[in-house]
């Protein structure tokens, strides 16, 4: 009996209680979930997740985000009814669906529109500035590039010429540098943390919500501590925390931009100087951020070009998907990565600003933490998204 025990694959145990537990889902679903029938008015709960104007037509992506069954049954905008088409007659749970509303728009104007269901509920979109969407052909990509370039790549890429200035500096100011270096990505760390939350709460709740957030977070952190531990078994030193922070960068700009190319797609986005000048401000300094870790090393040329590469071309894919395909809970989980990233990163630079008594705040460790701070602040009031 025992040798036939032996015989038999661990891996079956581990099955029966899987096979028990969807026989019995089975069971109860083949009687109709006897008991639990459903009583009172249907729960409604529909997420705008996208609002695309062409000519002559509003179409909005819904997503059902509740337990029951929606029907929409009348669409209004701006106070009058208007004809619309539905993909499909009922929403099911989770299920998308897409509305076209035939309404004759006039660009800059805004509009109110609210889709009645078959229960008298009310599904509320707003177009603060109405702009035609652009449709996703090889102009379009190439101007997503081009904004990608002049606020990704560029302004990184500046940045690190300050790489042989630094390495003229005394180790004490090395260690300022260090701090305001921590405290750039405490602000973007921050900064994507609102951002990923507002975008959750706008999202589907069934899918997380502001969860999503911190989800993205988690799991960029945990990947970032392998990926880091895998990297100190190969040495490195100071390029290894340059890599993680251009990753960490690069997660935030990814979600950067999203931003940039959702708001160009609803034609919220100013296209002008005023925007570069603002993102070059303000994307310099993760350059500097880049370089500080390896100041006292001679990171070659190949290695530099990729890691402003790595931390600048995310806003070009960001870009992308958000004017082409955005969606408000993705967006929220790759803030959330952005995040997470940042925060492994913070944990790997902070023991480095140390001096000799082994203090984390001492007077420069605060100064440069503060001067972080103060300084994303501050270009980042150049920005208008």
Known sequence: ??????????????????ALLGALIAFFVALDAPGLERHGVPVEEIAVERTELQPGEIELSLRNDGPDAVRIVQAIVNDGFAAFEQDGDDIGRLERSRVTIEYPWVEGEAYEVALV?????????????????????????????????????????????????????????????????????VFLGIDAALEGLELGAAGAES?????LMWLGAALAYLVLAGVDGWLERRGGGGERVALLVAIGIGLHNLGEGLVIGSAYAVGSLALGAALVVGFAFHNTTEGLAIVAPVAERRPRLARLVLLGLIAGAPVIAGAWIGASAFNPSLAALMFGLGVGAIARVVVQIAPQVRDRAGRLFHPLATGGL????????????????
Not at 139 to 148: A, D, E, H, N, P
Not at 207 to 211: K, N, Q, R, S
Not at 370 to 385: D, F, H, P, R
């Open 117 to 185: 269901t078959s229960t008298g509920g009310t599904v509320d979109a707003s177009i603060d500035i109405a702009a035609e969407t652009p449709e996703a052909d090889a102009g379009f990509y190439g101007l997503m590039g081009l904004i990608g370039l002049y606020v990704g790549i560029i302004p990184v890429a500046i940045g690190m010429l300050w790489l042989p200035w630094m390495r003229q500096l005394d180790r004490r100011w090395l260690q300022f540098l260090l701090a305001l270096t921590v405290g750039l990505l």
């Open 1 to 18: 009996m025992e040798a036939a025990t032996a015989r038999r694959p661990s891996w079956l145990a581990a099955l029966l209680p899987l």
């Open 207 to 211: 899918l997380g919500g502001g969860a």
């Open 370 to 385: 503060a001067a972080g701070l103060a300084l994303m602040y501050v270009t980042g009031l150049l920005i208008s998204v």
